[in-house]
């Protein structure tokens, strides 16, 4: 039980700051990709057409806040994971918004690569494809991870 | 080393010496060649970390720290192969930074060497301080690509040569059975 | 394990199996040389350079990870340090490259030790010295492998069992280990998976080496699971272990047997012999010389390495293996060759290529053709002896 434990508590910590890690990393590749091609990124965050080729700065605030939403998002996914493994978690509120946001992520993919649309384009969705779906992986990790760290913490408990 | 090996090593080091060179020959027009090599470089890798976790690292403690890192590599090199136009100052960055850790490790590695008084710590203090010299070099240049290229291109020389001497390091393998 | 045991402790147990005091310090002392016998002292003394049984921390440092150098370095710790236990395990959904190392986890009671110590019977009293010196470590390396491996020889969570505290490490060689206080060093962590840093118990720094500690740890390997050590009892097993097996090389005991330990001669100084494991690192040595001098009578000397170097570079070609290290030379190159072979028959190529003489002819290392040569010699001289 205890090899258990401390394996899922390993799975656990690492896939937490993995999270963490991603959701940096794909802050900083949307931030350098403003600077190269400002109305894909803008597009892709779902601002108007018409809203896209405007320099103003309240466009770009928006966007920063956006992203930087998401850096937090991701932070509080990871850093939830981090203090479950840890066992300093009472309420494991951060387990169905890692699953609704791992489903989400997985179920965007698969929707975009079966969709035939037109404006598609396979090599960007294959870029994103490596790192969003090893976020998906981690997601997973930690769902498992912190259900059997439950588990065998109520079995010592009753122990 | 078997012999196909031994060709192949010969061969890797007379192309990586002769990128060296060239880049040294035209370093103001060598920038995107020292772009594309280093993500490729990324590419590869990140790759590697992922074949390794896959093969090995994923059976050991805390192994799927591998998994990550390979991919954020792997990532991190196809994103930059992505880009129209990497800023020189991110690759001067990189640079700077591989040269930093490489000749701190080399100095550190030398002096220990120094102290315990054997011959053969002089080289080693060499290649450390010249990767040292060359990523402060790199710092008062940040925003040179002409520089890029030349800190890279000796990097690539140092490495071509190298890899020639392990290629033609006597081989001591085959043993008498007991 | 170090020079209390594989010098004075070898003595000690050479006595209780029958030798005597002459006989026993010459075993003790080319126990000890396994851990000297590096290529800096063959450069030195003329040796043979594929004779060596240890390497310096600055010829790990200098050797590269190119698979040769690996290999080189897999043949030394693996033959001497990190015996094998078990060459052909199985561990399920595993790749080759891995299983391989993983084949190389030191243990005791292993096919290897049967095949050092059976090897070593008849042989020089050097033979026998190597042969404890490789016994006495598979019990203090257990479970890492003598090859540099980050996916085995890794580990962590180290806890002394004594007061449960966490054990920690720094990685200052120069500062050194003080056992008063409870600080020691280790290598450092390096995820690269040839790097010298994981090469054997560097992880665990000299904490399999002390007779006195009690730790747990977790080795890369094992799947999360907590390994406990208790070293005096492991070294106690080990005495035991050496005294059965010098008496098997003497001839005095028919078969050398796994798991087999001869408690008998050794239980009336047992609670002595617990007392010197359980004592301070800087005493055991002093103490096992001690109880070596009660058993035999006789004053022990110390270790001094460079005792027998003038006799070997005095001695012309001819009379070199004659000489004490001459013969020492000579079984460290035949353990080594046997452990190869043991290795790369089971099809695992870490330690390097092995073929068999009377299939192949000679081929390979020029200094094992000496050893070829003597072979030769005496199967003439044993066939002479029939006739």
């Keep these: 039980m205890d090899a258990a434990y401390r394996k899922n508590q390993t799975n656990l910590i690492f896939s937490g700051i993995a999270i963490i890690a991603f959701g940096i990393w794909s802050a900083l590749k949307l931030i350098f990709y403003m600077g190269t091609n400002r109305a894909a990124v803008l597009m892709n965050l779902g601002f108007m057409a018409a809203d896209v080729d405007s320099p103003e700065l309240v466009i770009n605030i928006a966007a920063g806040l956006i992203i930087g939403f998401s850096v937090l998002f991701h932070l509080f996914l990871g850093w939830s994971a981090i203090r479950d493994a840890i066992g300093k978690m009472r309420f494991r509120l951060y387990i169905p918004i890692a699953a609704i946001y791992g489903f989400g992520v997985f179920s965007s993919y698969v929707d975009e690569l079966f969709s035939h649309r037109v404006d598609v384009t396979y090599g960007t969705l294959f870029i994103s494809f490596i790192i969003d779906m090893t976020s998906v992986a981690a997601l997973v990790f930690i769902i498992v991870s912190s259900k059997n760290l439950k588990k065998i913490r109520r079995e010592k408990a009753r122990a | ?178 | 394990m170090q020079e209390d045991f594989h010098y004075y402790a070898t003595y000690c147990a050479a006595l209780l199996a029958g030798y005597k005091h002459d006989e026993a310090m010459q075993l003790c002392y080319s126990a000890q040389l396994v851990d000297c016998c590096t290529q800096t002292m063959l450069a030195r003394t003329g040796g043979p350079k594929a004779a060596a049984t240890t390497q310096l921390q600055l010829e790990l440092a200098d050797a590269s990870t190119d698979p040769i150098s690996l290999q080189e370095m897999t043949r030394i710790w693996a033959s001497f340090h990190f015996l094998p236990k078990d060459l052909y395990a199985k561990k399920k959904r595993c790749s080759l490259r891995y299983l391989n190392k993983y084949r190389l986890i030191c243990d005791v009671n292993s096919d290897l030790l049967v095949d050092t110590v059976e090897l070593a019977r008849g042989e020089s009293l050097q033979a026998a010295g190597i042969a404890m010196h490789v016994l006495a470590d598979t019990w203090a390396h257990r479970y890492f492998a003598g090859t540099p491996s980050f996916v085995i020889n890794n580990a962590s969570f180290f806890h002394d069992l004594e007061s449960g505290e966490r054990i920690k490490f720094s990685h200052n060689p120069r500062s050194g280990d003080d056992t008063e206080k409870g600080l020691f060093t280790n290598s450092v962590y390096q995820t690269s998976e040839n790097s010298i840093m994981n090469l054997g118990h560097g992880r665990a720094g000299h904490l399999p080496d002390y007779s006195y500690i009690r730790y747990s740890f977790m080795p890369a390997w094992g799947d999360f699971e907590v390994i406990e050590k208790d070293n005096p009892a492991e070294y106690y097993n080990a005495f035991a272990q050496m005294v059965y097996a010098m008496k098997y090389i003497r001839g005095e005991v028919e078969t050398f047997e796994k798991e087999v330990y001869d408690t008998d001669s050794v239980e009336k100084y047992k609670e002595l012999i617990m007392e010197i494991l359980k004592s301070s690192p800087d005493k055991t040595a002093d103490y096992w010389k001690r109880f070596g001098e009660k058993l035999s009578g006789r004053e022990v000397e110390d270790f001094e390495g460079r005792k027998y170097e003038e006799e070997y570079m005095a001695a012309d070609e001819e009379g070199k293996s004659e000489t004490y290290l001459g013969r020492f030379f000579l079984a460290a190159m035949r353990q080594k060759s046997m452990v190869t072979s043991r290795i790369f028959g089971s099809g695992n190529i870490l330690a390097g290529v092995s073929i068999d003489y009377d299939i192949k002819g000679f081929k390979g290392i020029r200094d094992y053709r000496h050893m070829v040569n003597e072979q030769l010699k005496k199967i003439e001289e044993a066939g002479n002896g029939i006739n």
């Design chain 2, 1 to 178: 080393m078997g012999l196909t090996k031994r060709v192949l090593n010969v061969i890797a080091s007379l192309i990586i010496l002769a990128l060296g060179v060239l880049m040294l020959l035209d370093p103001k027009n060598s920038y995107k060649l020292v772009v594309l090599l280093l993500m490729i470089t990324l590419i590869v890798k990140g790759l590697r970390l992922l074949v390794y976790y896959f093969k090995m690292a994923r059976h050991t403690v805390g192994g799927i720290v591998f998994l990550y890192q390979g991919v954020l590599l792997l990532d991190a090199g196809i994103f930059a192969l992505s880009l129209d136009n990497v800023p020189v100052v991110y690759t001067m960055l990189y640079l700077i930074v591989c040269m930093l850790v490489a000749g701190g490790i080399d100095v550190m590695r030398s002096n220990q060497a120094r102290i315990m008084e054997t011959g053969k710590w002089k080289l080693q203090m060499v290649y450390g301080a010249g990767n040292i010299i060359l990523s402060i070099l790199g710092i008062i240049f940040l925003f040179s690509g002409t520089w890029v290229a030349i800190i890279y291109a000796v990097s690539l020389l140092h490495s071509g040569v190298c890899r020639m001497i392990t290629a033609f390091r006597k081989t001591a393998v085959v043993y008498i059975g007991g």
